[in-house]
């Protein structure tokens, strides 16, 4: 069982698994459940009313999910408008991402909460989620993001991100490793 397509077929050309063998069951989200969370109250000053849009990531903090790349697209944005960016989860990147924003001017701008027991009332109330994996087998959260109302863009990263933004037609879609055109998908669905 593959969840995506472009999974299907890699397990096909890697492992020579007859494609009559692989059944695609796409990863699902219980919508109700998700926007049920969203409710939760939530106060936090970053998202009060007026305040600059708030870019969200959620994650291990990992050499997966690239989130450097996210910081350097971020610190590009940050050139033409004002905005945050913050990223739920935790894991052994931490530390570096920490000294990558005070290099690249971002780290008033910048929180790194840890684990969120709750992302979906910050998905609901975000200007932004955005995607800078390196690879996803299908990215859960990026459909708690769409079922919130939240906006995506995310970076091209295999297995299932082309299908769950139905090719660029849901959210952009930018080549991996283009910190530019990651920063400007963000603004363009950010409005600026």
Same mark, same amino acid.
């Given at each position: 069982?593959?969840?995506?397509?472009?999974? !299907?077929? /890699?397990?096909? %050309?890697? #492992?020579?698994?007859?494609?009559? *063998?692989?059944? @695609?069951?796409?990863?699902?989200?219980?919508?109700?459940? @998700?926007?049920?969370?969203?409710? =939760?109250?939530? /106060? /936090?000053?970053?998202?009060?009313?007026? !305040?600059?849009?708030?870019?969200?990531?959620?994650?291990? #903090?990992?050499?997966?999910?690239?989130?450097?790349?996210?910081?350097?697209?971020? =610190?590009?944005?940050?050139?033409?408008? %004002? !905005? *945050?960016?913050?990223?739920?989860?935790?894991?052994? /990147?931490? !530390?570096?991402?920490? &000294?990558?924003?005070?290099?690249?001017?971002?780290?008033?701008?910048?929180?790194?909460?840890?684990?969120?027991?709750?992302?979906?009332?910050?998905?609901?109330?975000?200007?932004?989620?955005?995607?800078?994996?390196?690879?996803?087998? =299908?990215?859960?959260?990026?459909?708690?993001?769409?079922?919130?109302?939240?906006? $995506?863009?995310?970076?091209?990263?295999?297995?299932?991100?082309?299908?769950?933004?139905? %090719?660029?037609?849901?959210?952009?879609? $930018?080549?991996?490793?283009?910190?530019?055109?990651?920063?400007?998908?963000?603004?363009? &669905?950010?409005?600026?």
């Amino acid at each position: 069982i593959a969840v995506s397509r472009e999974l !299907a077929g /890699d397990l096909h %050309h890697r #492992l020579g698994i007859s494609r009559e *063998r692989i059944a @695609v069951i796409a990863n699902g989200v219980d919508i109700a459940g @998700v926007r049920l969370l969203a409710q =939760a109250p939530l /106060d /936090d000053p970053w998202f009060a009313s007026g !305040a600059p849009p708030v870019i969200v990531s959620a994650g291990r #903090l990992s050499r997966q999910k690239n989130y450097a790349l996210l910081l350097d697209a971020f =610190a590009i944005l940050r050139r033409t408008m %004002h !905005a *945050r960016l913050m990223i739920m989860g935790d894991g052994p /990147d931490r !530390a570096a991402l920490l &000294r990558q924003s005070e290099r690249l001017g971002i780290a008033a701008d910048l929180r790194l909460p840890g684990f969120e027991s709750n992302p979906p009332r910050y998905f609901a109330r975000a200007g932004l989620f955005a995607l800078s994996s390196r690879w996803e087998g =299908a990215s859960n959260v990026i459909l708690e993001a769409l079922a919130c109302g939240c906006p $995506v863009a995310a970076v091209d990263c295999p297995t299932g991100i082309r299908e769950q933004l139905d %090719h660029g037609r849901i959210g952009p879609i $930018v080549p991996q490793g283009d910190a530019p055109a990651l920063a400007r998908a963000m603004a363009q &669905r950010l409005g600026a």
